[in-house]
């Protein structure tokens, strides 16, 4: 069983940065693929970007070159850096991890807006 919770949403203008955090715990952190995805209002659930845990990442190609993924395994966190935010980047985002299971963080709220 892996607990995930994540941290750091916010209201910010176009333009401005906010960072994600996820705190994991419950089973060995460096066995799961750690991942962000997204969810709009009257939209799918989709991927944001994703981290190894040896440190290969994948990232959906609307916030490339904006967004960066990473992680420390001595600290069970995952964590997005979010520049050059746009509106259509407003959504829930939600923390997840990876390996046989899959396990879901309870999802914090990103609003870009002036």
């Known amino acids: 069983q892996v607990q995930l919770v994540e941290s750091g949403g916010g209201l910010v203008q176009p333009g401005g940065s906010l960072r994600l955090s996820c705190a994991a715990s419950?089973?060995?952190?460096?066995?799961?693929?750690m991942g962000w995805y997204r969810q709009a209002p009257g939209k799918q659930r989709e991927l944001v970007a994703s981290i190894t845990g040896g440190g290969r990442t994948n990232y959906a190609d609307s916030v490339k070159g904006r967004f960066t993924i990473s992680r420390d395994n001595a600290k069970n966190t995952v964590t997005l850096q979010m520049n050059s935010l746009k509106p259509e980047d407003t959504a829930v985002y939600y923390c997840?991890?990876?390996?046989?299971?899959?396990?879901w963080g309870q999802g914090t709220q990103v609003t870009v807006s002036s």
């Open positions: 419950g089973s060995i952190f460096s066995i799961f693929v």
């Open positions: 997840n991890a990876h390996f046989a299971n899959e396990y």
